[in-house]
């Protein structure tokens, strides 16, 4: 089983729910942002470019196969769940950001203080609190808590924890333009492998060589 | 010991006190009180690593080239070699610590240590360079380990002899380390291929190149300070000028080569990097040349040999221009988002993703593709706190131990 997941950019509609379910449901702290949505070519989210096409390019970790974060983590912390999911072990990191330096993507994420004083500084309302409750553990790693460890670095995990209890992703669930589809990359009639052949099917920086598991299918051409 | 000494000892060892204090702050905060973001997450600290390494080659290539290539003019300095090395090693392997998240776990690099992370190397070879340069430094100083300090010699036949001998046996392992420290240090940067600004070939034996000039530097410094400028090492000031002009010019030849192919060709991402480099950096960019090549130059002449203070002022540039050479290891690599796509429909046009910054700022966007990082006061203090650091061990050690070569009457 090799998990992927398929974004399908002509359904997308740059509504940003995704954004949203997947700063909650993970209970990323104010300023943490795993999952981003922004329309390519343009300074301002939902606004054409001056020229070309308007289409809205949903990023978060791509859970490389060949993943620099991965290879360069001195301590192992970053690794590959048993599905092709890259996972960070917040008991592990040492918080050196190296993978922040090697991931070309930009999805990594650091937490430079105590989540608490993050919601003080950002004015939250007291205990205000939001989010997965509990911590998850995936093969005895601790990869999700709600209070996150100051110093170490976080990203999207692809809801580990719901996945490990067969549910989907926050962002899958949440997108109402059903854009979002995960399935077995390695099975040749998957959902996501049949839409990946027939549709032309692209990945990010391919010239990077890091094989994304994440893949995207590119929207009709609308002239602006 | 002088007053002057004293003084010196007392100032350095209280900024490196200050800059404790200022760390265990930082340590309870979090790394809130640098100035990084999640788009430029290495600053002062990572290029204080790179400078400290670079410090602290030369010192140890002198050393073994001495007794490696019987460079014998260079002899009276070999003991301050070895003691800035180590200094300047220990100094690097200190400044990173700031940077960690999570110090306290460093042990995992003991329990868990992924062996592909060229980290791990770094953290292996600094470490062995550290105790060579530390072995290579007792070695030296054993015949003179008498009296007083007698306690701390080992018992040889002749101790003239085998430190003669060991130190000849010790050199090449030494200078393998020595040059080892700048090409993994380099590799940290350039094996990542996301960053376009280190991604090149040149950066590993440029490391190396500005090291030797340095390196060579801070040992003439320490030298002249300690010995005088006087008739008796003009010789040895003399080889050690030729030396850092020689090195400096190859470090701007290297360097100069990576910017004209990076630059020429012109595609996106080189555009990019050079409107950073040669453009929001200009200023800088032309201090990291100007500086060396001046304070290299200088150093070629007699007459400012033979003075304290030019001496002072040509190595001063020459290290503040290698210094901000290591500064400039982050901006072009971290304000050029590697997230940088062509869009559907817009050919020859560039798009970065803006990453979301992790901090607050009431007056900053949460998404940035670009920041401009200047060191914040906590990161001023712990950089300067471990140089002063490395200044302090310099001159304990000059004072309690044998380091300088004894005046004959
Ligand atoms: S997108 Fe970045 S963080 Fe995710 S697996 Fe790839 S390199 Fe690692
Ligand atoms: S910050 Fe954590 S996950 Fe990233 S490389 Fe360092 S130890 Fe690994």
């Given at each position: 089983m090799k998990m992927g997941m398929v974004i399908d950019l002509e359904k997308c509609?740059?509504?940003r729910s995704c954004m949203v379910a997947c700063k909650q449901h993970n209970a990323q702290?104010?300023?943490?942002?795993w999952n981003r949505v922004f329309t390519p070519g343009?300074?301002?989210?939902l606004t054409p470019p001056a020229k070309g096409v308007e289409y809205f390019l949903p990023v978060h970790?791509?859970?490389?196969?060949?993943a620099p974060c991965e290879k360069v983590c001195p301590v192992g912390a970053t690794f590959h769940a048993g599905d092709g999911a890259v996972l960070i072990d917040f008991d592990r990191c040492?918080?050196?950001r190296y993978c922040m330096a090697a991931?070309?993507?930009?999805v990594r994420q650091f937490n430079w203080q105590e989540p608490e004083r993050t919601h003080e500084r950002s004015e939250?309302?007291?205990?205000y609190h939001y989010g997965y409750p509990r911590e998850h553990h995936h093969d005895g790693r601790l990869?999700?808590?709600?209070l996150r460890p100051k110093g170490v670095v976080e990203k999207c995990t692809f809801c580990a924890q719901y996945r490990d209890k067969g549910e989907l992703p926050a962002c899958v669930r949440a997108c109402p333009g059903k854009a979002r589809f995960v399935g077995d990359?390695?099975?040749?009639?998957s959902e996501v492998s049949t839409m990946i052949k027939a549709r032309d099917a692209f990945t990010l920086l391919p010239e990077k060589g890091t094989k994304p598991t994440v893949f995207y299918l590119p929207p009709k051409a609308r002239e602006v | 010991m002088s007053g002057k000494m004293k003084c010196s000892l007392w100032g350095s060892g209280a900024l490196f006190l200050v800059a404790l204090a200022a760390w265990l702050y930082q340590l309870r905060q979090?790394?809130?009180?640098?100035?990084?973001v999640n788009s430029f997450s290495w600053g002062l600290y990572i290029s204080g690593l790179a400078f400290f390494v670079g410090n602290a080659a030369g010192g140890l290539v002198l050393t073994s080239s001495i007794y490696l290539?019987?460079?014998?003019?260079?002899k009276p300095l070999a003991k301050l070699g070895a003691l800035t090395a180590f200094a300047n090693v220990t100094a690097a392997m200190l400044i990173v610590l700031p940077d960690i998240?999570?110090?306290?776990?460093?042990?995992n690099l003991l329990?868990?240590?992924?062996?592909?992370?060229p980290l791990v190397w770094d953290v292996i070879v600094l470490n062995l360079y550290a105790l060579a340069s530390a072995i290579y430094l007792y070695i030296l100083m054993l015949p003179e380990l008498?009296?007083?300090?007698?306690?701390?010699a080992v018992k040889v036949e002749n101790a003239h002899d085998f430190s003669e001998k060991w130190a000849k046996r010790i050199a090449p392992v030494a200078l393998l380390f020595a040059i080892g420290i700048h090409v993994v240090t380099a590799w940290i940067f350039s094996?990542?291929?996301?960053r376009d600004w280190w991604f090149s070939p040149a950066m590993a034996p440029d490391f190396v190149s500005v090291a030797i000039a340095v390196g060579a530097t801070v040992v003439l410094l320490a030298g002249a300070l300690a010995?005088?400028?006087?008739?008796?090492?003009e010789e040895a000031y003399r080889t050690l000028g030729l030396i850092i002009f020689i090195a400096t010019c190859v470090h701007l030849f290297l360097m100069m080569n990576d910017l004209v192919i990076h630059a020429w060709y012109g595609n996106g991402e080189t555009h990019r990097i050079m409107e950073i480099a040669?453009?929001?950096?200009a200023g800088f960019h032309v201090f990291e040349v100007a500086a060396p090549l001046l304070g290299a130059g200088l150093l070629m002449l007699p007459v400012v040999r033979r003075s304290m203070p030019l001496l002072a002022l040509s190595s001063g540039l020459l290290i503040a221009g290698v210094f901000v050479h290591r500064f400039l290891i982050m901006p072009a690599a971290y304000n050029?988002?590697?997230?940088t796509i062509t869009p559907f429909?817009?050919?020859?046009t560039h798009w970065s993703l803006p990453i979301a910054s992790g901090r607050f700022f009431p007056?900053?966007?949460?998404?940035?593709?670009q920041y401009n990082y200047s060191p914040s006061l906590v990161e001023v203090v712990i950089l300067l706190g471990i140089m002063a650091y490395a200044v302090f061990l310099i001159l304990l050690a000059v004072a309690k131990l044998p380091i300088l070569a004894k005046e004959k009457a």
């Open positions: 509609i740059g509504c702290p104010p300023g943490t942002w343009s300074h301002r989210h970790c791509q859970h490389c196969e060949n040492i918080g050196c991931c070309p993507y930009g939250y309302q007291e205990k990869v999700y808590t709600p990359l390695d099975d040749p009639d | 979090g790394l809130i009180l640098t100035n990084m290539f019987g460079v014998k003019q260079l998240g999570k110090p306290f776990r460093l042990y329990l868990h240590p992924n062996l592909m992370s008498t009296g007083r300090l007698g306690w701390l094996t990542q291929g996301g010995y005088g400028t006087g008739k008796k090492y040669w453009g929001d950096f050029n988002i590697p997230m429909g817009l050919p020859n007056g900053l966007d949460t998404f940035l593709d």
